[in-house]
């Protein structure tokens, strides 16, 4: 899969912890993940959370938030991130069908981001019998973590400043470079929509 290739290549170049959350996609985006070149130096791991007290306890999610609904997506994201100590973490929650749930109609599904320069969502609304909208999430899942790998360092001499030890980040160790990522990080969080998956978030 060319986004996987891809992926590898830029957490290689770059130093990068890729993580994931997955409620509704249940370990198939850390599957896809892990199946990229050289994952074990790059892919810090994945956690699969079902239930929403682990969400609550393993991630930080705020007691009484929507299993399925943005603020999930983005929470659960942002716990990721500070579980593995990683660069960049996507989580997935939602419903897959093939009936609604929690007031949810299947298909609808929430993405969250988390990187070191912001956190976001976004919303998708599938359609399919249940193990499509798991594939379709899936997909859209690391489309969105390769877009925000791609924005966490600036490519280029700017990416590995002299005396920047590898797996370290420049915009966390106040590198030059950290201000046009987060520029560009900024210009993609004004359109941020949401993301999540599972069959019950």
Do not use: N
Request: with cysteine; hydrophobic share 40%; proline share 7%.
């Amino acid at each position: 899969m060319d986004e996987v290739r891809r992926l590898s290549e830029i957490a290689r170049e770059r130093g990068l912890r890729v993580c994931v959350v997955e409620s509704l996609t249940s370990g198939r985006l850390a599957a896809t993940v892990g199946a990229g070149e050289d994952a074990s130096s790059w892919f810090a791991g994945g956690i699969v959370a079902y239930l929403t007290d682990v969400k609550e306890r393993l991630l930080g999610l705020t007691p009484g938030t929507d299993p399925c609904s943005a603020a999930c997506a983005q929470q659960i994201a942002e716990g990721g991130l500070a579980l593995f100590d990683a660069d960049v973490c996507v989580s997935t929650t939602g419903v897959g069908g093939p009936g609604p749930e929690g007031g949810h109609p299947p298909g609808e599904v929430h993405l969250g981001w988390a990187t070191p320069l912001g956190t976001g969502h976004r919303a998708l609304s599938l359609t399919g019998e249940p193990e499509q909208v798991i594939d379709e999430a899936s997909d859209a899942a690391l489309r969105l973590l390769l877009f925000h790998a791609e924005a966490v360092r600036p490519a280029g001499p700017l990416r590995a400043p002299a005396g920047l030890q590898p797996g370290t980040s420049p915009i966390r160790s106040g590198a030059s470079g950290a201000d046009a990522a987060a520029s560009a990080s900024s210009s993609s969080l004004s359109g941020r929509t949401s993301p999540t998956a599972s069959a019950k978030g």
